[in-house]
């Protein structure tokens, strides 16, 4: 499979544009099209055999309370997460008004870096990449779809994902529950979670800012914007991850609650009129999966929602001794991470099995983490968290 990549946030932001060195597709460096063989790995925190190597310079908050080995961390109750996340606070305090059309349209997507791990092809757990699908608009309205855009903060710069709203199960029917990457709401290894993050549902919902148009608030978020409460992703994401492709990814995923800037006194799935629920421990021979986001870069703008008909999807893993992603084709580019991977269930339920979290350099297919126990119990400790 070709090179996966993500940009390091957080550099790219501060520079107020993704560097060149990191971009890719159109935008990229010419030469190599995706195909080089990655860069030796370096650093970080492996995991062999379950164990953990603990990289230096890390907050202790983050450290404390970590199991001895990833594979324990299945067992962990909700005390226990609760112990390790009150160590590792999110503070995103309202700004009233701080979002506006100029901010969001400067904003930065949150992807693509060259990866300094080679995918594992051992074990049976990497196939070969699938054949590219080229994706369609999603047809407007928007409203009634589950589906929008992300902005956050990080360093002096502005940067934008997709997301999706999923259900709660502590409070069915009135979920303010959103599903996303979570390199989308923090930069990973020795980072600090990202300011002023905000959920837009049916984001230019009404194609007002199609085409270069300039666009009021009201038309680009007709739902509010909808600021992050709580946030939660996985502890392998907070210790190992970072800018680019490798084993954290494949527990990329983040969960934020969310609460309307100007109260309405109804929830995000009554404002939007559509939730799905998780499907964890999905059965990948079974599975027909559509990816959806804001793609950013060209030849997309940023201000469509797109989906990329899958179907079935092949397998990626950078460390065998854990859940493979899952691959499908598309040719979406950055401002896509985080966006839903949705799938029929046996009862005929649309759910969510991932989200986009890193893609090949030439925009030809994209990676997921595969949602399993992990995931579920990070979404069980959000949806009780008061």
Known sequence: MPAIHRSAVAAALAA???LAVTACGPDGPSGG???????????GATATGGGITLPTGLPTG??????????????WTFDDWDKWASKNVFNNPIVKDFWNPDKMGDSKPADPAPPTAK?????????PEPAVVKAVPVPRPYTKQPSGKIFFSADGGRGNCSATVITDPAHPGKSNLVWTAGHCVHPGKGGKYFKDLVFVPAYNNSGASSGGKKAPLAELAPLGTWWAKDVVTSPQWLVE??????????????IMRVSNQNDTG??????VGSAVPVWFDAPRDKLAVAAVGYPLYKPFDGQELYRCEGGKPTRLSFDPKRPSMLTVGCNMTQGSSGGGWFAPMPDGRT???SNTSIGTQDHTSLSGPYLETVAKQALDWIAKKK
């Not at 099209?33 to 650093?43: D, M, Q, R």
């Not at 983050?62 to 067992?75: A, F, Q, R, V």
């Not at 995918?119 to 196939?127: K, N, Y």
């Open 16 to 18: 107020g544009t993704l």
């Open 33 to 43: 099209g995706g195909t080089a063989a990655p860069p030796p790995a370096t650093g």
């Open 62 to 75: 983050l450290l404390e309370g970590l199991p001895k080995s990833w594979d324990d961390l299945t067992k």
């Open 119 to 127: 995918p594992a092809d051992d074990a049976g757990v990497t196939d």
């Open 241 to 254: 991850g970072g800018g680019t492709g490798d084993a954290a990814s494949q527990y990329d995923f983040a």
């Open 266 to 271: 109804k929830s995000l799935e009554e404002t």
């Open 351 to 353: 759910a969510l099995v």
